[in-house]
């Protein structure tokens, strides 16, 4: 997973990677990402009918779990373009939290959790329905990154799980309690500190600030 993290993919879930060899500039790679994961949220929330936003940088939540990872790596730079993009995915379909490890199981969510009757297949989409839907979806990300990013990105900021909410930001031994703006053009995620100071965030763990259950 992103950071070193250890990736979980229990069953009952559909796990892919797609290569693809976009036509992008070096300069918008950054942005694979985002892009990637606002195309899957809108197909999603499409598919089942479900209300999935985007949190920065690249997981897909629904009510207040997370339901789908994102991770994408690219290859050689070769005249100012990569040479292929990889990107993974990870979204759990009928995973219980039972199967995660005691650390994810509060904070992991499934489509059929969340369905009307999980013992019901028909009441959510399955794998074989979902995969060739994402699928599309990611190639329709590439695509779009390279014609029409600002309104990806305009897209992307209707989904943000994190605006306007207060926030904590860790990253190697800094901290900050902050107030979430939303995304820059370039990617990177603006924060408001207690003393009013903007931050844009490039990496390191941004989260709501959540009550004690």
Known sequence: GRGGREFESPAGGLY??????????VSVLPLITLAAGTCLCASIREIAAVPVMMKWPNDLYLYE??????LTESGPIRRGRANFVVIGVGLNVTTT???????LRRKSISLAACSVDSTEPTSY????????LLVKALHRASERLGEDREQLLAEWR????????????????????????????????????CQGIEHRVTAGDLNPVRPVF
């Open 16 to 25: 892919f990677s797609l290569i693809l060899r976009p036509e992008l500039d």
């Open 97 to 103: 939290p039972e199967q995660f490890s005691s650390e």
């Open 125 to 132: 989409p399955q794998v074989d329905t979902l995969l060739p």
């Open 65 to 70: 779990r997370k339901l789908a990872g994102i």
């Open 158 to 193: 209707a989904f943000d799980y994190l605006r306007g909410r207060q926030l904590h930001y860790v990253r190697h031994d800094n901290e900050i309690s902050a107030t979430g703006i939303g995304l820059a053009e370039d990617g990177q995620y603006i924060i408001l500190d």
